[in-house]
């Protein structure tokens, strides 16, 4: 599968599964190689897929933002209207 390609089933890409399963060393190999981060059906980022499976660390999240791929906006709007505890008061 080529980095900028999703899948039938979910609309994820290699870096969605990458950062879903916490693989830094395939993260780091990807991140070059993309056009830039599309979210999945869901909505979801890479970056969301890394924290909603316990892989968010330091490191992880540089790489993925250093890559100036990824949308904070679209990162934000996800998490405040996907994730109940995110609410805006």
């Known amino acids: 599968m080529h980095p900028n390609e999703t ?3 979910y609309g994820a890409t290699p870096l ?3 950062a879903s399963a916490g693989h830094l060393k395939l993260i780091k190999f990807i991140l070059p190689r993309i056009i830039r981060i599309i979210p999945d059906y869901d909505g ?3 970056l969301h897929d890394a924290a909603v499976q316990g892989h968010i660390t330091v490191s992880c999240i540089k790489h993925i ?3 100036r791929v990824v949308s904070l906006q679209l990162t934000i709007t996800y998490i405040l209207t996907k994730i109940p505890e995110c609410t805006v008061h």
Do not use: G
Request: aromatic share 16%; proline share 8%.
């Open 7 to 9: 899948d039938t089933r």
């Open 16 to 18: 969605h599964y990458a």
């Open 44 to 46: 979801a980022t890479p």
């Open 65 to 67: 933002f250093l890559s």
